[in-house]
């Protein structure tokens, strides 16, 4: 294993790199205000993240990513478009044992805003991160959370069916069940019904939500109870969508072999991608392209996505990375610009390179 | 010596007494009423350690005492990868206690924890902050929520009284543990149909991280005596 002066040693090379392609580097603050972290992640970053606190300024978590600072760095004063790199440690709370699970380890990373080609910005982050890690034999792998937005929002359904879908695209349990519900596999519960068919509760209301707030609830219920199931094949489409695996150069012509009409816009911004890719002298042969790609894992990303894995599957991806413009709107209080970029686990890569 | 730790007070230490009282081996407070110091009659090399029950899966990740019963949503709660660092012994069939997720009664309009995640959703956009759940249990509630793709809540910290916070207006659920349900019902709570995160009873545990050198013939009779499965440790 590399030792954290190797580690950040092989940071600073990686920094390097990414400046001589053009960053400016940023220097995010260890020590980040929760507030923010937390209302974007939610519970998930507290078991996560170490969690401190300040005087002054209040609830502060250990930084636990480089991208959040670097947006809010961008959104306050950033001038457009901007590279920007850093290099330094995040640090993870571990509820599991084992080797590759890291409390604190080094990231370097690379980030474009840049709003004049999205697709073009792609395949620089993923030519410039393939050409860092060329020496090792690893398996690149690219998604696009883009495609199942697309197909979701293409259903013929209720807004808040789809909203709900699109909400829970990155937990595909709760999105399954939605799917089954909607689709009528699932019958409705008992308790629905009867709700739906006026029972009450005869104890007193309390607790801060109104009672507005349940009637608005009750009647997009029924509005849902009235609505005809989703059909089958287009659930099974969506399954379809959710489970292609592919190589990357053949992904166009799987998608369009699913005959989802929604997704066209998605699968012409997916070509352009993979021509700018192969510009950039990537093999689209030797890549391999997964639908559901971070869909459990990497949920800020919202578009284009990618990882460069190590063959051990015990160990965490040496690099991932993809198009996160969803998150600049949300820290953009009003503004927004299209982002791309990602990180090297640079330890990872020191032990990886010393063994090969 | 195998070091035995045992709940120091109440109904806990009264049935972890009989359970063994009923397998041949006497547990009994030495000296006064209020001395914590035990002793243990019918079985070799075995000492008896009085804690709170709280305290004991801490011991036992520490490795401090052998074995030790507590609840079995203590040990899941207070210990990250819990079956890691223990090994669960015998389920010994008192302590029962269910870990539930509860809403307002008045809340006709939610069941089950869909329900529940629609709801958070739209209480987030009406009120600009997460669904609050009130709790003692983070680890087990985070990881039930999370396992259930449930999103837009928040955990509270409430150490007790937790059935009130809702009334208080510090929370919108809770998650506590109820044998009879009684309190939730007077604080006009309902139980969520699929909102049982785990059911607890009082367990008989082995540390992994124990100096278990030399002990094992003592605890290979002892595992005997107590008609245990001897290949679980």
């Known amino acids: 294993m590399a030792d954290k002066a190797q580690s950040r040693a092989m940071a600073a090379r990686l920094l390097d790199a990414f400046l001589r392609a053009g960053a400016v580097e940023v220097t995010p603050d260890i020590l980040q205000p929760a507030e923010a972290l937390l209302d974007l992640y939610g519970e998930d970053i507290r078991a996560r993240a170490y969690v401190t606190a300040d005087p002054l300024r209040g609830e502060m978590m250990l930084r636990p990513d480089f991208t959040v600072p670097v947006v809010q ?3 306050a004063d950033g001038a457009e478009p901007a590279r920007y790199a850093y290099a330094g440690e995040v640090f993870r709370r571990q509820d599991h044992r084992g080797a590759a699970r890291s409390n604190e380890y080094f990231q370097a990373g690379f980030e474009i805003f840049d709003r004049a080609d999205p697709e073009a910005a792609d395949a620089e982050v993923f030519a410039l991160f393939s050409n860092i890690l060329s020496r090792l034999t690893l398996s690149a792998t690219i998604g696009d959370m883009g495609l199942l937005r697309a197909a979701v929002d293409g259903l013929d359904t209720l807004p808040e069916r789809k909203a709900a879908l699109a909400r829970h695209i990155w937990r595909p349990k709760r999105f399954q069940h939605l799917l089954a519900r909607y689709s009528g596999q699932i019958a409705v519960p008992k308790a629905r ?5 006026g029972a009450r509760s005869d104890r007193p209301w309390i607790g801060l939500r109104q009672q507005g707030e349940m009637e608005a609830r009750i009647a997009a219920l029924q509005a849902d109870a009235a609505a005809p199931a989703l059909p089958a094949a287009s659930v099974n489409a969506l399954n379809a969508l ?12 799987h998608l369009r072999a699913l005959k989802i009409p929604a997704l066209e816009p998605a699968i012409a911004r997916l070509q352009r991608r993979l021509s700018a890719l192969a510009a950039n002298g990537i ?14 894992t990497m949920e800020y990303y919202d578009g284009f996505v990618f990882s460069f894995a190590a063959p051990d599957p015990v160990l965490p991806p040496v690099a991932i990375g993809g198009r996160y413009d969803a998150l600049t709107r949300q820290l953009g209080q009003g503004r927004e610009i299209p982002a791309v970029g990602g990180m090297i686990r640079a330890g990872l890569l020191a032990d ?5 | 010596m195998i070091k035995l730790g045992v709940p120091s007070k109440g109904r806990l230490m009264e049935k972890t007494f009989e359970w063994f009282g009923n397998r041949g081996i006497t547990l009994k407070r030495s000296g006064s009423e209020r001395e914590y110091a035990g002793a243990v009659e019918g079985a070799e090399g075995v000492s008896l350690v009085l804690l709170s029950a709280g305290e004991i899966p801490r011991e036992l990740a520490a490795g401090r005492i052998h074995l030790g019963v507590t609840g079995s949503d203590l040990v899941r709660e207070k210990l990250a990868d819990w079956d890691s660092q223990v090994t669960s012994l015998a389920p010994m069939g008192f302590g029962y ?10 809340w006709a309009d939610v069941d089950c924890l869909e329900d529940l995640d629609a709801v958070a959703h739209r209480f987030r956009a009406t009120h600009g902050f997460r669904l609050r759940i009130a709790t003692k249990y983070h680890r087990l509630v985070r990881d039930f929520l999370t396992r259930q793709g449930v999103a837009d809540w928040q955990l509270v910290d409430s150490q007790g009284a937790t059935e009130g916070t809702i009334a208080n207006l510090t929370a919108e659920a809770i998650a506590d543990i109820t044998s009879s349900g009684e309190t939730l019902r007077a604080n006009h709570l309902k139980i969520l149909s699929d909102g049982l995160i785990h059911q607890s009873q009082a367990t008989l545990f082995a540390a992994r991280a124990a100096d278990w050198t030399g002990q094992q013939g003592d605890f290979a009779v002892l595992v005997h005596q107590l008609g245990l499965d001897a290949a679980k440790l």
Do not use: K, T, W
């Not at chain 1, 990886?352 to 090969?356: D, I």
């Open chain 2, 97 to 106: 206690a269910d870990l539930i997720i509860a809403v307002p009664d008045c």
């Open chain 1, 193 to 197: 019904a009867e709700l739906l068919a």
């Open chain 1, 352 to 356: 990886l390179e010393g063994v090969l």
């Open chain 1, 73 to 75: 760095a961008h959104m």
């Open chain 1, 283 to 296: 093999a689209l042969d030797n890549l391999h392209f997964d639908a559901s790609h971070g869909r459990s």
């Open chain 1, 242 to 253: 959710a489970a292609l695996r592919c190589r990357a150069d053949s992904a166009p012509d």
